[in-house]
């Protein structure tokens, strides 16, 4: 038996993450199975901000924006698996351990975020997860960290 995955495009991850430009950092969800696993999508231009003095003459993606854009994605497969479109959802870092950086990521690249739970479950304010980010099959980045949902009343 074949469970569906779902799906999130730009208009539902905007309902559930309240960032913004300049810093939203994922544009759509293609797999998300419940709260399990998710694979989220960056596709890195060079009209990003961070690239101006990062460095100029030679564009790098920061490593802490592939870490938030992988915290996004994760934040996104819970807040479709939980329905919590237009809730006003806040998360926030509590820790990022093991995290290793293994090639650039540069304006052209469509960067991958695959996310795995480690601890957490529907109604659980505390998650664990971990995050590999490639770039056409190559490991990016990879990171545990552990947030906190906050769900205003």
Known sequence: MTQDLARADIQMIQRILPHRYPFLLVDRVEEIDGTTSALGIKNVTMNEPHFQGHFPGQPIMPGVTIIEAMAQTAAVMVGVAMDLADKN??????????????????PGDVLEMRLTTLRGKPGAK???????????????????FTAMMDLPE
């Open 89 to 106: 959802l806040l998360i926030y870092f509590m820790a990022i351990d093991k995290c290793k950086f293994r090639r650039k990521v540069i």
């Open 126 to 144: 505390v998650w664990k997860l971990k995050g590999e980010a490639t770039v056409e099959g190559e490991l990016a980045a990879e990171a545990e």
